[in-house]
């Protein structure tokens, strides 16, 4: 089943914001099985880091930016008036 939203490849921005591809921020990334929120850009002295929520168990991880540039993950931005 496709999903009702639609899905691209994210952009971490310098500022730390994830973005979609026509650079609109996009709160949710899915690696495929799993559907993620974007909780924030924190810094740290290794260089900012990026809290993501796991939408079913409420885990929230932290990823080094470079590390999350490196994850096979998409932006979905939700379907208008869901």
């Not at 409420?58 to 939700?78: C, F, G, H, M, S």
Request: positive net charge.
């Amino acid at each position: 089943m496709r999903s009702a939203g639609r899905s691209a490849t994210p952009r971490v921005a310098d500022s730390g914001v994830i973005t979609d591809h026509a650079s609109k921020p996009s709160p949710y990334l899915t690696d495929g099985v799993n559907l993620y929120r974007y909780v924030g850009t924190f810094p740290s002295p290794m260089g900012d880091i990026i809290g993501l929520e796991n939408c079913r168990s409420l885990e929230v991880t932290l990823w080094p930016i470079d590390d999350l540039r490196a994850q096979q993950l998409r932006t979905i931005t939700p379907a208008a008036g869901r």
